[in-house]
């Protein structure tokens, strides 16, 4: 059985080598909001469907790329991340 990586929407960021402000530009999503999203997995949950799909879109990834189960694991290896 093959185990799919997951990463949080923190961890995306950095493997696209994107700020915050980047990711920001690209979506229109606010900076804060986007902090709020990568620190708070249930702010992640409860975001409008359109703002999840305008950063899977900028990220080049699926909706449920960026969302992690309460149960998983994070990934066991450090992204370095643009601030």
Do not use: C
């Not at 059985?1 to 700020?19: N, P």
């Not at 920001?24 to 620190?39: A, F, L, Q, V, W």
């Amino acid at each position: 059985m093959v185990k799919e990586e997951k990463f949080t929407l923190s961890q995306w960021r950095g493997i696209r080598g994107m700020s915050k402000a980047d990711l920001s530009r690209k979506t229109g999503i606010t900076e804060r909001t986007i902090s709020s999203y990568e620190s708070d997995v249930y702010s992640l949950r409860k975001a409008n469907y359109d703002r999840l799909d305008e950063l899977a879109k900028a990220l080049h990834v699926s909706v449920n790329d960026i969302f992690l189960n309460p149960t998983s694991e994070n990934p066991k290896f450090p992204i370095e991340q643009p601030v």
